[in-house]
């Protein structure tokens, strides 16, 4: 059994669950185990009718049982009889519940119906009735993490709302009565700053907080601000991609429009939302500085945005909060219209309004007054003194200092109390064993408690860095949180709290001075009563307040419109951020983020169309498939203005090349489509109207030619390019070789308003994993929805696609007649003796056993096989046979010329699922050369019945190919007669198809 990885399940015996409904003296009968031996070798070879067959006969002769009642609902499966499936299904369960291969075949339907929530569900359930199977581990964890991965890019970005009540409320309050502050992230501790400066002015102006959530940083609004009892309402949206972080700035835009935003730090994220609120709403932009953030990224220097776009590296995408960003936020900060800084020290260097960090003075009050209630709360006895530390606990904050000064003091009422996460674990483990240290951990706290273990505190000790840039320019809010309660503070002595320790409000650690010496005179003196007047006069809610409406009334007179760099980032956004944002989103930044599609929605079908033409795979022009032969014939028509050929993206990482040429390549296939993609990628594969071009992509780092590689995201972006850099977008159509990987995106970014599909056999009948099983399945589904003619390579395709709601033209494929026979090549012609040959893809369908029988039944026949064999057992097993030669791949011009050696070419196919389901070019191929064909019964090449020798079995194959060597030796070679070589000439099919396609678009629109 074939399992959802495409391997083969272990065995499954009958045992007593198994048969529960079965009649044991049939199940038991050699007879009925023949016939499940027969079944399963059908369904192995992918013979899945014939396998149905025999499974059907052994339920009607035994009634249920597990094995044939899931070999059935695995085999309807694979051949979309979902239904069937199901109802298969459903017995199984009924019968033997715990049979523990049921949730996988489970699994598979619910792929088929695009539920992958549903499966993960199923190989849940199968991992847990299989713990030791590793293969079913493996799969659940690949799907889970290929569902994660799927869900992130193209799930959408909803705004959340923490509610909150305020005396003004932002969410009913006008637009012009609105402030926004904007935090560029709200899921860390950088939204801090963002509350306190909404709270300082809630209570006069209705408020709000909004920013993204960064993955990197959380999922979840920050935790202290989540359990805390807020004061104003926060907005946000998670942000795993950069498309994300842009969607939700729209829907943010749109959905809460304010006349006046106050942005909380200069990254980049906060600068665009601002950015955005004065272009779509003309709304006033400040922003506020309480940090060095260029120090936070190891930043040069702002950058304006040609200096960004010259500097700027695909993997940057991905990180909207990182270095080169940053400093393209803080070269945007001469934008806004106002600045308010948070200490002196910044407000002089930027001229920017002082807003310090504010609490509310009434808060504070309520803390001293629970003071001793805290203390009791949290453990601490009347006669304990607290040393406290609150935040995030780091190493590099001198804590491990600090502790050892503590344990210095020797004073067994000395307590460390640090209220944070933990989030160094060697740093915890290095303070829980320093001996002597009576140490007390409350971890995270809520946002609204801060004042209360400030208050229960003794002393709060801040330490920085006196080299660090950041401490020269930031000022911690706790210091406002302990002189808010008159808590005795001890910190560092760095410039922007130079005022206050001025002021006496906090006291300083000098350079030089010893921690543990310094601790001691400050716990010797006895603790303040009361509140030192500084918190009234600087620190406070009132004053701060006051600074900041004036700061954004001031700012409300200001003039400026969005500037030159402004528009330009938007534009770069829109033509160079991958993925695709919501039509009626970017809408709104029209005309500098689209208001519509690039692509003109009409065609006029009397004027040069242009093609864009999709193929699946990176082969293109090496061996002359359907797709090279149609995509030239269309550049040849009159109709036809330009084409743009696009194979599929693929990664660098595939490209490989033979980096010693006195070796053959390993692979020779790699090495001629790597050469081909980088001719494409360089513009060197076009001719005339004919353009050619291959997206290669990478992860962080990779290049190609020097160049930074894009994700495989940005495709959309990259059609988009070539078709403006060749003046296409207009009168342009979309032809698709499904399935070709991200046309989806391409679609929803330019939305082709006519689109032709030309399915080329049915990919849903080849070997796939099941999670690409699914992938092609929703594939066809997605271009069932978009293509206005479809066209297949024979009748079952055609079939398989009215399930689907398309009436397919069908157009088999046909033959090219080159001008002059080629010369045989030296490779075959040195063979000597009669040679029987076979070109094309050995790795599906191909039918080794009939090599080899006919192998041994002719020794004198030399056998060549060309094309790709990657089997290793089969390859082995092919070069044993002293007769058998394989070639491995040619390029087009080289195959023709070894066909032309070819005495007899064979077709030697297993008759199976995926292979009624071609129709084969090759023959074609052999008969526009001359060449007699013998095959093993392939279908669907009606057109071809009086050019080839058909056989259905081994004996009959055999004597066919000796009957075509008896032709081959004793009569001229016999050619297509010219009626038929017109008939199924390339130019003749475009003709029939083109017909198609311009009664389509005159009926669409004209």
């Known amino acids: 059994m074939k399992t959802l990885d495409g ?105 088929c119906h695009a539920d992958s929530d549903r499966a993960l569900v199923h190989l849940r359930d199968a991992h847990a009735r299989m713990p030791d199977n590793a293969k079913i581990k493996t799969r659940l964890d690949k799907l889970a993490e290929e569902v994660e991965k799927r869900r992130s890019r193209t799930a959408p970005a909803p705004l959340r709302i923490w509610p909150a009540k305020g005396l003004a409320d932002f969410l009913t309050a006008t637009p012009q009565e609105r402030v926004l502050v904007v935090s560029w992230d709200i899921g860390h501790n950088v939204v801090g700053r963002g509350i306190t400066m909404a709270e300082t002015i809630s209570d006069a102006v209705p408020t709000a ?17 989540a359990d805390a009892d807020r004061a104003v309402p926060i907005i946000g949206w998670n942000a795993p991609h950069f498309r994300h972080l842009v969607e939700g700035c729209l829907r943010l835009v749109q959905e809460w429009p304010a006349k006046t935003v106050w942005i909380s730090k200069p990254r980049f994220p906060s600068m665009l939302i601002g950015l955005l609120y004065k272009h779509v709403h003309g709304a006033t932009v400040l922003c506020d500085l309480d940090d060095d953030e260029l120090a936070f990224v190891n930043g040069e220097a702002p950058r304006d945005f040609q200096s960004f776009v010259e500097r700027m590296e695909p993997q940057d995408w991905q990180r909207p909060q990182g270095k080169i960003w940053t400093e393209l936020g803080m070269g945007m900060v001469p934008m806004v219209d106002g600045l308010t800084a948070c200490n002196p020290v910044l407000s002089a260097r930027h001229g920017a309004a002082l807003v310090r960090h504010g609490r509310r003075g009434s808060d504070a009050e309520r803390a001293i007054a629970a003071r001793a209630q805290t203390r009791l709360t949290h453990g601490f006895a009347p006669r304990d003194r607290v040393v406290l530390f609150l935040g995030t606990p780091r190493r590099h904050k001198g804590l491990l200092e600090l502790a050892q000064a503590v344990v210095a003091q020797n004073d067994p009422d000395l307590v460390l109390c640090i209220a944070g996460s933990a989030v160094d674990i060697d740093m915890e483990n290095a303070l829980k064993a320093l001996p002597g240290l009576r140490l007390k951990r409350l971890y995270e706290q809520p ?190 028509r009159p109709e036809i203005g330009r084409v743009l050929h696009i194979d599929a993206p693929i990664a660098a990482k595939q490209l490989q090349f033979n980096a010693n040429p006195m070796r053959a390549p390993v692979d020779s296939e790699r090495h001629m489509t790597s050469a081909n993609a980088l001719l494409r990628l360089a513009g060197l594969a076009d001719e005339g109207n004919l353009f050619r071009r291959s997206f290669v992509t990478g992860t962080a780092g990779d290049t190609v030619l020097g160049t930074r590689l894009l994700s495989p995201d940005s495709f959309p972006n990259v059609v ?34 006519f689109i032709v599909s030309d399915y080329i056999d049915d990919q849903r009948f080849w070997t796939n994993s099941a999670l690409k099983d699914q992938m092609i399945r929703e594939n066809y589904r997605f271009m069932a929805q978009h293509t206005d003619l479809a066209l297949a390579n024979c009748a079952p395709v055609a079939d398989a696609l009215a399930g689907e709601g398309l009436q397919a033209l069908m157009v088999p494929n046909g033959v090219d007649t080159p001008a002059a026979p080629p010369r045989p090549a030296d490779e075959i012609t040195r063979l000597g003796g009669p040679v029987v040959g076979y070109c094309g893809n050995m790795n599906d369908r191909f039918d080794f056993d009939l090599v080899e029988s006919l192998s041994r039944a002719r020794p004198d026949v030399q056998i060549v096989l060309i094309g790709k064999l990657s089997l290793k057992a089969e390859r082995a097993r092919m070069l044993a046979l002293p007769n058998v030669h394989v070639l491995g791949v040619r390029r087009q011009d080289a195959a023709q010329a070894c066909i032309a050696g070819f005495d007899v070419a064979i077709v030697p196919h297993i008759r199976n699922e995926m292979s009624d389901r071609m129709n084969p070019l090759k023959v074609y191929v052999y008969r526009s050369l001359g060449v007699p064909v013998v095959t093993s019964g392939v279908a669907n090449l009606d057109d071809m019945q009086g050019e080839i020798r058909a056989a259905t079995d081994t004996d009959g194959f055999i004597r066919a190919v000796n009957d075509a060597l008896i032709e081959a030796s004793t009569q001229p070679r016999k050619q297509m007669p010219d009626a038929l070589k017109k008939a199924l000439s390339w130019e003749s099919k475009m003709d029939t198809i083109w017909a198609h396609v311009s009664e389509g678009l005159r009926a669409r629109f004209v």
């Open 447 to 636: 946002f609204s408690r801060v004042l209360d273990l400030n208050a229960m505190a003794d002393l709060v000790v801040l330490l920085q860095d006196r080299e660090s840039p950041i401490s020269h320019s930031q000022t911690p809010a706790k210091l406002t949180d302990a002189v808010a309660v008159g808590s005795p503070v001890l910190i560092t002595d760095v410039p922007p709290v130079a005022d206050v320790i001025k002021a006496g409000a906090a006291m300083a650690i000098a350079k030089g001075e010893v921690l543990s010496e310094r601790l001691r005179a400050v716990l010797a003196q006895p603790r303040p009563q009361g509140v030192h007047p500084f918190f009234a006069q600087e620190m406070a809610y009132g004053p701060n307040q006051r600074r900041a409406l004036d700061a954004i009334t001031t700012a409300r007179q200001s003039t400026k419109r969005l500037t030159a760099d402004g528009v330009r980032l938007l534009q770069f956004i829109d033509t160079e951020m991958p993925g695709v944002l919501p039509t009626d989103l970017s809408a709104l930044a029209a005309p500098h983020l689209r208001s519509a599609p690039p692509l003109s929605r009409t065609i006029d079908p009397d004027k040069p169309i242009n093609v864009a033409f999709f193929w699946k795979q990176n082969d293109s022009g090496l061996y002359g498939r359907r797709q090279d032969m149609l995509v030239r014939e269309l550049a040849r």
């Open 7 to 111: 391997k083969t399940a272990p065995h499954l015996t009958n045992g007593p669950e198994q048969t529960a409904q079965a009649r044991s003296s049939d199940t038991d009968s050699a007879s009925y185990t023949a016939l499940l031996k027969q079944g399963e070798a059908q369904f192995n070879a992918g013979q899945f009718h014939q396998a149905e067959h025999l499974y059907s006969q052994a339920l009607d002769r035994a009634g249920p049982t597990a094995v044939v009642l899931i070999r059935l609902a695995d085999i309807c499966i694979k051949t979309g009889a979902l239904a069937a499936a199901e109802t298969h299904l459903a017995t199984l369960r009924n019968i033997a519940p715990a049979f523990p291969w049921t949730p996988l075949i489970e699994a598979d339907l619910a792929l």
């Open 209 to 225: 907080v909004a920013g993204p959530m960064f993955p990197m940083y959380g999922t979840e609004l920050w935790p202290p601000l």
């Open 720 to 753: 988009e390019s070539w078709l403006r850099g060749l003046d296409m977008v207009d009168n342009c159509i979309a032809w698709v070789c499904p399935v070709v990987d991200g046309f989806s995106d391409v679609q929803a970014r330019l939305n082709f308003p």
